[in-house]
């Protein structure tokens, strides 16, 4: 994947509405409700920073797959992913220490299975979210 030397700035806006609850907005975009999570004492069925941190190294080993698949003309059918993060108590400070990420990967006929596991073991390695955080990501693919 050839990256090019360049800086890209992304800008978001958070804003507290009540409670422990918020905004999320980006230009262009739809904004997001987020919430303390109720371990926290939060809120139930809103985004929380924890899910949105855990679902942006999902995303992104995704895009990054979709990439490395499409430069490779992979045929594949389908493409889902699960994912996990653990949150610990690491040296008197909560802490994500492993994402798990999950994905099932369904090819075409004739598809290669071979290259599949070689595509997503090697965009996990290259994805940015991950690069961009302390937190061991642990990929367990499944290839049908």
């Given at each position: 994947m050839?990256?090019?030397?360049?800086?890209?700035?992304?800008?978001?806006?958070v804003k507290w509405t009540?409670?422990?609850?918020?905004?999320?907005?980006?230009?262009g975009k739809p904004e997001i409700q987020v919430a303390t999570p109720?371990?926290?004492?939060?809120?139930?069925?809103?985004?929380?920073?924890e899910d949105l941190f855990v679902a942006s190294v999902n995303v992104c080993v995704m895009s990054?797959?979709?990439?490395?698949a499409d430069r490779a003309g992979l045929a594949f059918a389908?493409?889902?992913?699960?994912?996990?993060?653990?949150?610990?108590?690491?040296e008197g400070?909560?802490?994500?220490?492993?994402?798990?990420?999950?994905?099932?990967?369904?090819?075409?006929?004739?598809?290669d299975s071979a290259k599949a596991k070689e595509l997503i073991e090697k965009?996990?390695?290259?994805?940015?979210?991950s690069h961009s955080i302390k937190t061991r990501v642990s990929l367990e693919a499944t290839i049908n």
């Open positions: 050839e990256v090019r030397s360049k800086v890209y700035t992304y800008r978001t806006a009540e409670q422990k609850k918020g905004i999320i907005s980006c230009e109720p371990e926290f004492k939060g809120h139930e069925g809103i985004w929380s920073p990054t797959f979709l990439a490395f389908s493409y889902q992913s699960e994912a996990e993060g653990r949150l610990e108590l690491v400070k909560l802490q994500v220490t492993v994402i798990t990420l999950r994905p099932r990967i369904t090819l075409q006929a004739g598809g965009a996990e390695a290259n994805c940015l979210i």
